[in-house]
Each structure stands twice: as C-alpha cells, then as structure tokens.
Nanobody, 118 residues
C-alpha cells in the first residue's frame, strides 16, 4: 500500500512563503504523475499543480508565478514552494501520485493545513 505524508504547512501572513513536502513510501519513479490539490473551507477540492514523468509541470492559473512544483527522486519527495501567499490560498493541501493522467491520482496523503492571514 502506497503511503504519502505531507508536511510544511502552517500559519503565515499574506505575502509570505511556505514549502510543502510530500514523502512517498516507495520510489516516486514508479508513478507517471504527482501533484497537489487543496480544499478551502466550504469549497470543493481543487487542482493546484502537477508534475509528470518527463518533468513537465502544470499549475492552476491563479498560482502561476507564485508556486513551483518539484521533486527529489532520491528522497522520494514531492515539493510545493509557495510564495506571495494570499488569504485565498488558505486550505488543506493534499499530495497525490498516480498513473492514470496528470490531474488525478490513485494515492493520497492526509493533508497539511495552510492558513494565510491578511
């Protein structure tokens, strides 16, 4: 069973930065796609960022220029670097890995809370 554990969330003021990490229980080279979703209070979970096997990335339009997705294969870890954070970025951030397509995943972590204060 594939397990994912997110870390790095917390409380930050608007304009600040956070780096989220997601450690996977097996080699991340086993997966065709990895990425991040988030869920704000009272909202549906939404796509944030993905990286596919080739290294090509895709990001939600509202986070382009502020967020960067990356990975460290040696550490089985996925990252989301978040800068210039806004209150609307607040939510629980979930990482996922899979093989179906770049925007959906078969395995998910439990999430890490990000709160951006104004």
């Amino acid at each position: 069973q594939v397990q994912l554990v997110e870390s790095g969330g917390g409380l930050v003021q608007a304009g600040g930065s956070l780096r989220l990490s997601c450690t996977v229980s097996e080699s991340i080279t086993n997966f065709n796609a990895m990425g991040w979703y988030r869920q704000a209070p009272g909202r549906q979970r939404e796509f944030v960022a993905t990286i596919i096997r080739s290294g090509v990335t895709n990001l939600l339009e509202s986070v382009k220029g502020r967020f960067t997705i990356s990975r460290d294969n040696a550490k089985n870890t996925l990252f989301l670097q978040m800068s210039s954070l806004k209150p609307e970025d607040t939510g629980v951030y979930y990482c996922g890995v899979g093989n179906r397509n770049p925007f959906t995943y078969e395995y998910w972590g439990q999430g890490t809370q990000v709160t951006v204060s104004s």
